[in-house]
């Protein structure tokens, strides 16, 4: 376990910023977290795992602990279902497509996440009418403050739209080291209704499919409207998409009739802040090097050197502009760091 100096994260966070990270370690063992976690010479710490959700502001002046460890194992198997632990640092996309060699089904609606699985708890990952929950078993995470394993099961996870227990009251308590799974073997339950997943499916003349080939709709869509980190600095989906109430958008369907939405009950509506940003006339907007996506207007981008800042206010710009035309708060899914 080598720790170094004055560490670029460029190339730890999908948004490609260029912050420093005062001392630097890679993790790739429960002993080497134990380890670093009791460095009392190191005494202000920061996790990171695939980077993909956060937005690093300035220099991170503390001990920088990414989460690298490796492993997928099926450790319960039934005639329909069959449950596998992942380790926290295993990249989301690589396990989705280990499921389907193996025609496990469950995360093909939520192929070409980016980031890691440990972090996936955090957030309820969640795209096309799936999230994490949906298939999510328990995880073991280890108490920072006493380096000991817990492990956390569904309902102590309290799992909402993009939120957990580890985004509130364990926020900064808890490192997640490994997530465990309940995917199906066969019958698979199929969810195309979401988004644009049946239309791609008939053009491509499917009329039944697998979950191979919900998977490749699902990647065909999202590589359409998304920018691929790797080309292009984001971190996926900047905000979260906005939930009103009853009355409150009743108001809004009479001021919009033709805006999009999606009931979630008969008490909550879900408006695309997409849709909200692009009315706004801000997709495809360019301020220096931070901009916003051109096919799709809930990403924020770094063109190359844009500063955390420069994207930080992009995006406060965006949510004044939308609370001021519509009066509807957009939130930030992404962690702001700084």
């Known amino acids: 376990m080598e720790i170094q100096e004055n560490f670029s994260l460029k190339d730890y966070n999908t948004f490609g910023i260029d912050a420093k990270a005062r001392y630097y370690v890679e993790i790739t063992s429960i002993e080497e977290l134990i380890h670093a976690l ?19 502001t300035k220099d991170i002046n503390a001990l920088v602990m990414h989460i690298n460890l490796k492993g997928i194992a099926v450790i319960s198997e039934e005639d329909k279902a069959v449950i596998i632990e992942v ?20 995360l093909e609606n939520l192929s070409l996440i980016p980031g890691n699985t440990g972090t996936a708890p955090i ?4 795209a096309y009418g799936v999230e994490l929950k949906d298939v999510f ?8 403050a006493s380096t000991l394993i817990e492990t956390f099961s569904k309902k102590a996870c309290k799992f909402g739209y993009r939120d957990s227990f580890f985004k509130n009251e364990g926020k900064g308590k808890y ?19 979401y988004g644009a997943i049946d239309a791609e499916l008939e053009n491509n003349r499917i009329k039944n499919p697998s979950i191979q080939d919900v998977s490749n709709a699902v990647i065909a869509i999202r590589q359409r409207k998304l920018p691929d980190p790797n080309e292009l600095g984001n971190s996926g989906s900047f905000f979260k998409n906005p939930v009103l109430g009853k009355s409150e958008f009743h108001e809004f369907e009479k001021a919009y009739p033709n805006a999009p939405f999606y009931s979630i009950s008969d008490e909550e509506y879900k408006i695309p802040a997409g849709w909200l940003i692009e009315q706004c006339g801000y997709k495809g907007k360019r301020v220096g090097d931070a901009g916003v996506h051109k096919n799709q207007a809930l990403v924020l981008v770094n063109y190359g050197n844009a ?14 502009s939308v609370f001021g035309k519509f009066r509807i708060k957009i939130l930030p899914e992404v962690n702001i760091i700084g």
């Open 38 to 56: 009791k460095l009392d010479e190191y005494p202000d710490k920061f996790i990171i795992s695939g980077g993909s959700n956060m937005l690093i």
């Open 87 to 106: 380790m926290a640092g295993e990249n989301w996309h690589d396990l989705v497509l280990w499921s389907l060699s193996h025609n496990y089904g469950g």
């Open 123 to 126: 957030q309820n990952i969640g």
């Open 137 to 144: 078993h328990s995880c073991d995470a280890m108490n920072i």
């Open 175 to 193: 490192i997640i080291t490994s997530v465990r799974l309940r995917l199906s073997k066969k019958d698979h339950l199929l969810n195309t209704s």
């Open 307 to 320: 500063t955390g800042i420069e994207i930080l206010n992009l995006a406060n710009e965006i949510q004044e």
